[in-house]
Nanobody
Framework: QVQLVESGGGLVQAGGSLRLSCAAS????????MRWYHQAPGKQRESVAT???????YYVDSVKGRFTISRDNAKNTVYLQMNSLKPEDTGVYYC?????????????WGQGTQVTVSS
């Protein structure tokens, strides 16, 4: 079974940085798009950064210039470097990946990692 495991969350002061990681494991044949989602307290989950299989990247306006998404295909891992963090970045961050196995292609989610930014 494919699993995505996030790490790297924590408590940081405003203006600080964190680096999130999400490692995929299991019977993976290929990974296409990978995304990071942010769910703020009491709000819906939203996509904040995407990296395609061809390494194109896309960001929501609120994180442009502060967050950088990258991937290491040899490790089946996606990263989110978060700089200049703001209190509104607080929430749970989830990774999401489009994964192909012998059973076909589908989306998988990680369990989430908590990020708390204090003012």
């Amino acid at each position: 079974q494919v699993q995505l495991v996030e790490s790297g969350g924590g408590l940081v002061q405003a203006g600080g940085s964190l680096r999130l990681s999400c490692a995929a494991s299991g019977p993976i044949l290929n990974i296409y798009d990978m995304r990071w989602y942010h769910q703020a307290p009491g709000k819906q989950r939203e996509s904040v950064a995407t990296i395609t299989g061809g390494d194109s990247t896309y960001y929501v306006d609120s994180v442009k210039g502060r967050f950088t998404i990258s991937r290491d295909n040899a490790k089946n891992t996606v990263y989110l470097q978060m700089n200049s963090l703001k209190p509104e970045d607080t929430g749970v961050y989830y990774c999401n990946a489009e994964v192909r196995t012998q059973s076909g292609t589908r989306m998988y989610w990680g369990q989430g990692t908590q990020v708390t930014v204090s003012s």
